[in-house]
């Protein structure tokens, strides 16, 4: 992962907004909360690690009438420990909550209800049973991740869908040490693979995989597998020049320029051979009134000059 670029402009399109969120995951994310909806799954919205908001921005927009959204991060704030202070310094220098705030409001009314500090404090501040869906990307380090997954455990609801981010990089291995221990040993059952991430739920996975299968099966921009694992069917995604899912823009956005008119066509064509200029009076009586065999003699004669 290297360190996206801030802007100190306003962005008119969630592309605009720096960060990292594959089109793959955003067409997931989009999927995962359609899918709590028509269902009839309510609950709330959680994010650990919002970076400059571009994940949190969509998942604002599937808010459903009564839900809370909230997020956590360090932003400007101390880290909890050395390693993590080290971690956010090398990554995300250029985070403010200043920034996230203006993404964010580019797109939506309202903030979500904000925690400045590190996802340890989340378990303290957001009530237990409560979440349908939960983003997990703050600290990479095994330690934080591991208290991440335990919090995201007691908050999300039996029903509910997990997200850990950077799984599988091979720059974070203390989340994928945390995430496949946590489905070892404390009950976590993945629902999908994606490239960066894994989704997973406490509760039954089989009925979202179904579905899950049934609409990938549908999109030729999008591979998938089906593997076993240690007793766990794991589907894994692959973009395969997949689009990001179509998104409402900002109240910032300004329509692009039409593009100049072609200028016209120029048909080059050929101009036409000059005219032979006509005979002068003298080569016309000379023709007329000399025999024939001079005349062959005089155009040999010529011939040869030419």
């Given at each position: 992962?290297?360190?996206?670029?801030?802007?100190?402009?306003?962005?008119?399109?969630?592309?605009?907004?720096?960060?990292?969120?594959?089109?793959?995951?955003?067409?997931?994310?989009t999927w995962f909360l359609e899918q709590q909806k028509n269902v009839g799954i309510k609950g709330d919205l959680l994010e650990l690690g919002v970076y400059m908001g571009r994940s949190a921005?969509?998942?604002?927009?599937?808010?459903?009438?009564?839900?809370?959204?909230?997020?956590?991060?360090?932003?400007e704030g101390d880290a909890p420990d050395e390693a993590n202070k080290a971690e956010s310094s090398k990554s995300y220098a250029s985070l403010t909550q200043r920034t996230f705030e203006r993404n964010y409001l580019s797109f939506h009314d309202?903030?979500?209800?904000?925690?400045?500090?590190?996802?340890?404090?989340?378990?303290?501040?957001?009530?237990?049973?409560?979440?349908?869906?939960?983003?997990?990307d703050a600290s990479h380090l095994y330690e934080h991740v591991y208290g991440d997954i335990g919090a995201a455990h007691d908050i999300l609801l039996p029903e509910g869908v997990v997200v850990l981010d950077d799984f599988r990089s091979e720059h974070t291995p203390g989340v994928s040490v945390a995430a496949w221990e946590a489905v070892l040993n404390r009950g976590l059952r993945p629902i999908c693979l994606s490239t960066q991430k894994m989704y997973a739920t406490w509760g039954d996975p089989e009925?979202?995989?179904?579905?899950?299968?049934?609409?990938?099966?549908?999109?030729?921009?999008?591979?998938?597998?089906v593997q076993e694992a240690a007793g766990h069917r794991l589907i894994r995604t692959r973009s395969r020049g997949l689009k990001p899912p179509a998104f409402p823009p900002s109240r910032h956005y300004v329509e692009p320029a039409p593009a100049p008119a072609p200028a016209p066509t120029v048909t080059e064509t050929r101009a036409a051979p000059p005219a032979r200029p006509a005979p002068s009076r003298a080569r016309r009586l000379a023709k007329d009134l000399l025999p024939p065999v001079v005349l062959r003699a005089v155009r040999r004669a010529r011939a040869k000059r030419s």
């Open positions: 992962m290297t360190q996206a670029q801030a802007t100190d402009t306003h962005p008119g399109e969630l592309a605009d907004v720096p960060g990292w969120f594959p089109p793959l995951d955003q067409m997931l994310f921005i969509l998942l604002g927009h599937h808010l459903q009438d009564g839900e809370l959204f909230t997020v956590c991060d360090l932003f309202t903030l979500p209800t904000v925690i400045t500090g590190p996802s340890s404090l989340v378990d303290e501040k957001v009530a237990p049973d409560t979440c349908r869906f939960i983003h997990i009925p979202l995989q179904e579905e899950l299968l049934e609409m990938l099966r549908q999109r030729s921009d999008v591979g998938r597998s």
